[in-house]
């Protein structure tokens, strides 16, 4: 069996670029940053920042457009993919992509990230977001709810 999945978190580096192929199809071009951090042997953090290239496609890439702008954090799942082509010189060009499939934007509140956003908790507390009220089902009411057993066994 074979998996192609990728999930990354990052800033935007550029606006998305939105094109339209000759074939009529959108395509929104994007950057994306990530670090990896770590302590090296001599007890030094380090950093290193890896880039990414993204690809968005059809009317998603047109929706998405106008919010996707530098600095933006976002998290994407997608997959791998590499394409090459021959340039104007007839060089072999090639050029690894995510492709993706899902987006979301990262925490807005007050410019804090991922790991530094408030918990569901506080940010009901403080009344950023609305609490959501969770049904609650009492036992006496089962057999309103599923009715009686031996009418619902399809066999």
């Known amino acids: ?19 339209t192929l000759p074939s009529g199809q959108s395509m929104l071009a994007l950057g994306l940053a990530t670090n990896r951090t770590w302590v090296d042997k001599n007890g030094q953090k380090q950093e290193k920042p890896d880039f990414h290239n993204l690809v968005i496609w059809g009317k998603r890439a047109e929706a998405l ?11 994407v799942e997608g997959r791998i993919s590499t394409r090459t082509w021959i340039d104007k010189e007839n060089k072999k060009q090639s050029r690894t992509e995510i492709i993706v499939d ?54």
């Not at 998996?3 to 998305?16: A, C, E, P």
């Not at 919010?67 to 976002?74: A, E, F, N, S, V």
């Not at 569901?120 to 009715?147: C, M, R, Y």
């Open 65 to 75: 457009s106008p919010y996707l702008t530098k600095d933006k954090l976002i998290l």
């Open 1 to 19: 069996m074979f998996y192609n999945k990728v999930i990354l978190i990052g800033n935007l580096t550029r606006d998305g670029e939105l094109k």
């Open 102 to 155: 899902n987006l979301e934007f990262g925490p807005n509140l007050a410019g804090q990230s991922f790991r530094e956003g408030p918990s569901a908790k506080s940010a009901v507390n403080e009344g950023l977001v609305e609490e959501e009220a969770l049904p609650t089902i009492n036992a006496e009411d089962e057999e309103s709810l599923f009715g009686d057993e031996d009418d619902e066994i399809p066999f």
